[in-house]
């Protein structure tokens, strides 16, 4: 490995540790449901994202809701001295990306059939710090 190729690994590695983020994959739930509750807390602090969470409606949002205080609890393993208080935290990055598709067949009328797809989705949830997302 280049010496310009390792300083840019270990850089990478070292803004890596900043930052805490909690994965959910193979929801069974379609991208676009979670999507409208992945853009209500996009950029948030995590209190305020936390209450969005529990008080809104949708199914979609008591996964994120696990989402978030799992990225919480892994920001805090990471974190042992720092108080969750003083952080700051804001929801940095959320990224709602589409996953594997189940393919079923539904009978229709006069021998014919229509498939049904069973949508389901990834969603990747990053905490950062708020000085360091304004930058």
């Known amino acids: 490995m280049g010496v310009r190729k390792k300083q840019m690994a270990e850089r990478i590695k070292a803004e890596k ?4 983020f ?4 193979n ?22 994202a936390l209450a969005i969470l529990r008080f809104n409606p949708k199914e979609a949002s008591r996964k994120l809701e696990k989402l978030l ?11 042992e001295e720092a108080s969750l208080e003083d952080a700051d935290l804001v929801v940095a990055e959320i990224r709602v990306d589409g996953g594997a598709m189940l393919k079923r067949l539904r009978p229709a009328p006069q021998g014919r059939a229509h498939r049904i797809r069973k949508r389901s989705n990834h969603v990747t949830l990053v905490l950062g710090s708020k000085n360091n997302t304004e930058n």
């Open 17 to 20: 540790k900043k930052v805490a």
């Open 22 to 25: 909690a994965k959910l994959n």
């Open 27 to 48: 929801c069974p739930t379609s991208p676009r449901k979670m999507r409208l509750v992945a853009d209500l807390i996009r950029g948030v602090q995590v209190e305020k």
């Open 69 to 79: 205080l799992s990225a919480l609890a892994n920001w805090q393993a990471k974190n």
